[in-house]
Structure formats: C-alpha cells, structure tokens
C-alpha cells in the first residue's frame, strides 16, 4: 500500500506471513477500538495447524494484536508468531488465542 487510507474491509482475506515467510492464516474479520478509528486486532482463520496445534484445539481461529503487523499489501506480514506462541509467560499470548 503506499500510505494512501484505504477501506479496512480490504484486509479480510488477505493471507497473513510471518516475517519469516511462514504461512499463518487468512484474515477473516478485524477488531476495532471502541471509536472505531483504528483496527486494533486481526481475526484469523484458515490456519496453518502445524503452527497452531498445541494453541488451538477445537478453535477455528486466533485473535492477533494489530501491533504485530509490520507491513499491509498483497498480504499481511507479521512478526514472528511462533517466537510470541512458544513463550508460555508472554502476556500477548493470551492475546493470540480467540
């Protein structure tokens, strides 16, 4: 995107990448703040299992924190989620999970 404002409903099915190319799921939804001015969250489904299999058992999605996402254009592309999941301590895990 080149920084011109652009309709949120664009995100949803966009596919969603790790900063390391890893695939992490499609965007199906996005959350807003309580004004609206801001995604704040990213809805995900079509999800990679292998990564998500000890997080997501008998889910069919995960929340993302909007923060994570470095870079929106054919897709999205996010720090490294599998660095955030593996941390049991994290307090943005309890984030990631819907």
């Known amino acids: 995107m080149d920084g011109t404002p652009q309709e949120i409903t664009t995100l949803v099915g966009r596919e969603v ?6 695939f992490v799921g499609e965007v199906e939804d996005v959350r807003l703040d309580v004004n609206g001015n801001a995604v704040t969250g990213l809805a995900l489904g079509e999800l990679n299992r292998e990564l998500f299999s000890d997080v997501i058992e008998g889910r069919n999605g995960v929340m993302i924190p909007y923060r994570w996402v470095r ?3 054919d897709v999205v592309l996010i720090n490294d989620i599998i660095e955030r ?11 990631a999970v819907v």
């Open 85 to 95: 999941l593996q941390q049991p301590n994290s307090e943005e895990e309890g984030e």
């Open 17 to 22: 990448y790790s900063n390391n190319g890893v």
């Open 71 to 73: 870079a929106v254009g």
